[in-house]
């Protein structure tokens, strides 16, 4: 079992992302460990391509540490996603660079909802 190298966080960090990965998919696989509360892409400010990782906020600690335990290393697209736990205050990419998250808005801003499966078949049809 891996190790997680910051401290449990309701806030997990989601690495080795493919690049055309959707937020519905991720929402999809991550929703697993229980309801997504926020999910955050990150993407190149200048180029809009997305960077490979992004931040996923769960509820509370005990589900973030459910996907951490159970998601780490789950095939996405061909490529084993990477879990560990950000800080809740700022979100923060590997290399330490901090952004402040932010609440999706729009169409799949629904899927945040405590049953996003629920939702995002109510979508679909």
Do not use: C
Not at 14 to 26: I, K
Not at 71 to 93: C, M, P, S, W
């Amino acid at each position: 079992m891996a190790m997680a190298t910051r401290p449990v966080t309701s806030t997990i960090w989601v690495g080795n992302l493919p690049f055309d990965v959707t937020e519905a998919e991720l929402i999809q696989v991550l929703g697993q460990a229980g309801p997504v509360k926020n999910l955050r892409l990150i993407s190149d400010k200048e180029t809009g391509k997305a960077k490979g990782f992004g931040f996923v906020e769960y509820y509370d600690k005990a589900t973030a540490e459910s996907a951490f335990r159970n998601l780490n290393n789950t095939e996405v697209h061909g490529r084993n996603i990477r879990i560990d736990f950000a800080e809740d205050d700022y979100k923060t990419d590997r290399k330490g660079h901090r952004d402040r998250g932010e609440q999706l808005t729009g169409p799949l801003a629904a899927a945040y909802s405590p049953h996003p499966v629920l939702v995002m078949q109510q979508m679909v049809h």
